[in-house]
Nanobody, 124 residues
């Protein structure tokens, strides 16, 4: 069992920025596929950005050019930098990991380990 812990959520106005952090064993060493998901009220959990051990980084279409997933190996932390935030970015954000180094399917059901989530609210 891998325990993941997110932090960094908060409330911001449109156009603002937040940086989410995720800590967990080996999370920043690309041993396995890791990613950030979000879940808005009444909606399914969706992958926002994924960072594989092997293969390309992927972003959900609406966040391309605004969000960046990256790791800091010196601190063993996975980040999600979110810029130009929009009200539709509001939701609970989760850090997740697979048991494999490649990502493949980005369905939430295919990710084995999860954090508790951190709330992001973008309001006018």
């Amino acid at each position: 069992q891998v325990q993941l812990v997110e932090s960094g959520g908060g409330s911001v106005q449109p156009g603002g920025s937040l940086r989410l952090s995720c800590k967990g064993p080996g999370i920043a060493y690309r041993r396995y596929c890791v990613g950030w998901f979000r879940q808005a009220p009444g909606k399914e959990r969706e992958a926002v950005a994924t960072l594989p051990g092997v293969g390309p980084i992927t972003y959900e279409e609406s966040v391309k050019g605004r969000f960046t997933i990256f790791e800091d190996r010196t601190k063993n932390v996975l980040y999600l930098q979110m810029n130009s935030l929009r009200p539709e970015d509001t939701g609970m954000y989760y850090c997740a990991a697979k048991t494999t180094s490649y990502c493949g399917s980005l369905s939430a059901a295919d990710f084995a380990w999860w954090g508790q989530g951190t709330q992001v609210t973008v309001f006018s």
